[in-house]
């Protein structure tokens, strides 16, 4: 069974930054790509980060590229996502994701199969 629990969610103003973290318990972490995934509202979940199981490959979002930046600590089976510059925009629910996909940094939502709770973040202009 494996189990994923996000925290450092928040409110925040425009410009300011936030780190989520979310760990992994009950399979070696290794064996797993990781994602993160946003839902603003009622819009559909969008994969906005995502990172190999050894972390040589990412993805980003062009609505994040350049601002956010995913991570992952193997030892400590955390995944990390450093979001710079926040926007309005960037106000939604952020839920941690892992695919047994390891070889690749997942984009599409079906390729998860395990997720987390969600962290709530909320940025103000």
């Known amino acids: 069974q494996v189990q994923l629990v996000e925290s450092g969610g928040g409110l925040v103003q425009a410009g300011d930054s936030l780190r989520l973290s979310c760990v992994e318990s009950?399979?070696?972490?290794?064996?797993?790509?990781m994602g993160w995934v946003r839902q603003a509202g009622t819009k559909e979940r969008e994969t906005i980060a995502s990172?190999?199981?050894?972390?040589?490959?990412?993805y980003y979002a062009d609505s994040v590229k350049g601002r956010f930046t995913i991570s992952r600590d193997n030892a400590k089976n955390m995944v990390y996502l450093q979001m710079n510059s926040l926007k309005p925009e960037d106000t939604a629910g952020y839920y941690c994701?892992?695919?047994?996909?390891?070889?690749?940094?997942?984009?599409?939502?079906?390729?998860?199969?395990?997720w987390g709770q969600g962290t709530q973040v909320t940025v103000s202009s």
């Open positions: 994701a892992a695919s047994e996909y390891s070889g690749i940094s997942p984009r599409d939502l079906w390729m998860y199969n395990y």
């Open positions: 990172i190999s199981g050894t972390g040589e490959s990412t």
């Open positions: 009950g399979r070696p972490f290794s064996s797993y790509s």
